[in-house]
């Protein structure tokens, strides 16, 4: 089962590009990379997802590498209300079942 | 829009007590999934479900049980609820080639006394 590990918090400031890493060294061949952006007293709420190279939608790209035993979720220009908990999620449906690890997060400080 | 819905925001209940956790949604997602999240050890899931009346268990799965009678329907039970099952409880949704692309509902925050 892939664990993955991210850095604890970061701080940024309006404005910046903002680079968070997660490791998941042991990410399965059927595993997805997914990132979550969580806001306190509510459920993460979904930002993107892929599976190898890079993903982008209207508010983050998603880098991984060949290897994939890592991934970057880019979030450009953030602003003040990007402050939130960002979670990381590697998996999906394996034989036996379903397999999801969730990251312990990652708190991002946008300061203005 | 798009919607999760959990029953209770904020729950209080008695050690031993029978509680049930509910959640609707209304995407038509075959999966649904009960995680909870604590303090320092994130979101960790509990039991899901793929399709009417299957369950599988999760990663802590012991305490609980679930059901699901209809598709939107999923339901989360602590038989009987211990103090170490305070929580915030998370239900979500998806389809069932999106692996791990949650649709999460706001929460329920449980406290057992």
């Known amino acids: 089962l892939a664990k993955t590990t991210q850095p604890i918090s970061m701080d940024s400031y309006e404005g910046q590009e903002v680079n968070i890493t997660c490791s998941h060294n042991n990410i399965a061949t059927n595993d997805y990379i997914t990132w979550y952006q969580q806001f306190p007293s509510q459920g993460p709420r979904f930002i993107i997802q892929g599976y190898k190279t890079k993903v982008t939608n209207e508010v983050a790209s998603l880098f991984i590498p060949a290897d994939r035993k890592s991934s970057t979720l880019s979030l450009p220009r953030v602003s003040l209300s990007d402050t939130a908990v960002y979670y990381c999620l590697v998996g999906g449906f394996e034989t036996g079942g379903f397999k999801t690890i969730f990251g312990a997060g990652t708190r991002l400080f946008v300061k203005a | 829009d798009v919607k999760v819905t959990q029953s209770s925001r904020y729950l209080v209940k008695r050690t031993g007590e029978k509680v049930f956790l509910e959640c609707v949604q209304d995407?038509?997602?075959?999966?649904m999934f009960w995680y909870r999240q604590d303090p320092g050890l994130g979101l960790r899931l509990i039991y899901f479900?793929?399709?009417?009346?299957?369950?599988e268990k999760g990663d802590i799965p012991e305490g609980y049980s679930v059901s699901r009678e209809k598709k939107e329907r999923f339901s989360l039970i602590l038989e009987s609820a211990s103090t170490n099952q305070t929580s915030m409880y998370l239900c979500?949704?998806?389809?069932?080639?999106?692996?791990?692309?949650?649709?999460f509902g706001s929460g329920t925050r449980l406290t057992v006394v």
């Open positions: 979500a949704s998806s389809p069932p080639t999106q692996a791990g692309g949650y649709t």
């Open positions: 995407m038509d997602h075959e999966n």
């Open positions: 479900s793929y399709d009417v009346k299957m369950k």
